[in-house]
């Protein structure tokens, strides 16, 4: 099952999904023009069932195979929002949303889906029920979170799950997955150091908020190099530092410091926690001092199941010929709650040599449709096949 031939025809029109999404691009959960765009476009493709609303605006599409004997249901889903990046690609149908882009190839995973979607609603060729969910929220909302916390995976009786992110650096169509843990837990921190301001030239009539907060900057990488296993992964990183005053002769009264840690198993994201706020009282006590800590557990750690996963480089390798070993990936993925509720995996498409995610220069390959829409469809054509 090498690149499917009907996706070959299909390659202009998805192509065409893909740079309308691109040019009108939406944030968490405001796609309410591409969610609208989704249903209509599963409704045209004569889906059994289209429900919108599912996680506030997210879309559910469901399709019948000819027959139903073993009763199987597969979920296959991609993410349709955008990130606030001013767009620098210069291409014709580049983002008309100023501070608005698809800087993360969104558009492309929901454009191959609904390609997808087309091309098993047209053939039925499998024994069981598939069922299409285009998320939004992915980037940093947990949207994915909020579709199952609908009932989502309940409501259509969805036994596995699976989905698929393009990859920068990876060659184009070119498949990468790893079993187990893949992407990493995202959690967040801000810590609120308070002490007593007064004249920078009289630091011994003060509690200075800074030096607790500076103290605390490089305490914190002790986690890493100190409190963690070396085998395990913890990245521990303070991203801002703001005081309360600006002025250059005043020791602030407070200091706020925020940051991220991200971790590859619940363990760590538990001694990671324990110790911020260990090292932080402790500094704050030394100095004389108080500190508050806001630590909110966001994203958990994706966990590809074993069996899913091998099935999935099965699917990969008929399509691309082979597909490689991933690396861990320390970023994100809210996908990890389907996984959660649900077996399933997660794979890399290669994107080609593009600018990575997240960057004003990104732009989705679309030379990538044609393999990642065979890999969806073979997924329930091979999982389910034809009685």
């Keep these: 099952m090498p690149v499917k031939n009907r996706f070959a025809e299909l390659h202009d029109e998805i192509t065409a999904w893909r740079r309308d999404i691109h040019e009108h691009p ?18 045209e493709f004569g889906c059994d069932e289209v429900v919108t609303g599912i996680g506030r ?35 014709e149908y580049a983002s008309k949303t100023p501070g608005v882009m698809h800087a993360c190839g969104h558009d492309g995973h929901t454009a191959m889906l609904l390609g997808a979607a087309k091309y ?4 039925r060729h499998f024994d069981g029920t598939v069922v299409v969910i285009f998320q939004p929220a992915e980037e940093g909302g947990a949207g994915g979170k909020a579709m199952c916390d609908d009932g989502m995976m309940d409501r259509w009786g969805i036994q596995e799950v699976y989905g698929m992110h393009n990859w920068p650096g990876q060659p ?22 308070e002490g007593k301001g007064g004249h920078a030239a009289k630091p011994q009539d003060t509690v200075d908020t800074t030096v607790m907060a500076a103290q605390a900057i490089l305490a914190l990488q002790t986690i890493a190099s100190r409190n963690a296993d070396p085998v395990d992964q913890v990245v521990v990183s303070v991203t801002s530092f703001e005081t309360s005053s600006k002025a250059f002769n005043v020791i602030p009264q407070g200091v706020k410091l925020r940051g991220t840690v991200r971790t590859m198993s619940k363990d760590m994201r538990d001694l990671a926690e324990s110790r911020i706020t260990g090292i932080c009282d402790g500094i704050a ?19 590809n199941s074993g069996e899913q996963t091998d099935f999935a480089v099965e699917v ?13 990936v320390m970023g994100g993925e809210d996908f990890a709650f389907m996984l959660e509720e649900r077996p399933g995996a997660y794979i890399l498409v290669g994107n080609g040599d593009t600018a990575l995610v997240h960057h ?10 044609p393999a990642g829409c065979s890999w969806y469809a073979g997924i329930v054509e091979r999982r389910m096949p034809a009685a």
């Design 26 to 43: 939406e944030l968490l959960y405001e796609t309410h023009r591409t969610s609208a765009l989704v249903a209509d476009k599963l409704a």
């Design 57 to 91: 605006t997210g879309v559910v599409g469901v399709i019948k195979g000819k027959t139903d004997s073993a009763g199987k249901v597969i979920g296959l889903r991609a993410d349709m929002d955008a990130l606030p990046i001013l767009e620098d690609t210069g291409v």
């Design 120 to 123: 098993l609603a047209e053939t």
């Design 172 to 193: 184009a169509g070119a498949f990468s997955i790893r079993p187990g843990a893949f992407f990493a837990a995202t959690d967040v921190f801000e810590i609120d150091f």
């Design 285 to 303: 006590a030394t100095f004389g001092g108080s500190v508050s800590i806001d630590y909110l557990r966001n994203y958990p750690v994706m966990v």
């Design 316 to 328: 990969a390798r008929e399509v691309a010929g082979d597909c490689a070993d991933a690396p861990l």
């Design 360 to 369: 004003p220069k990104y732009n989705f390959n679309d030379d990538v449709i």
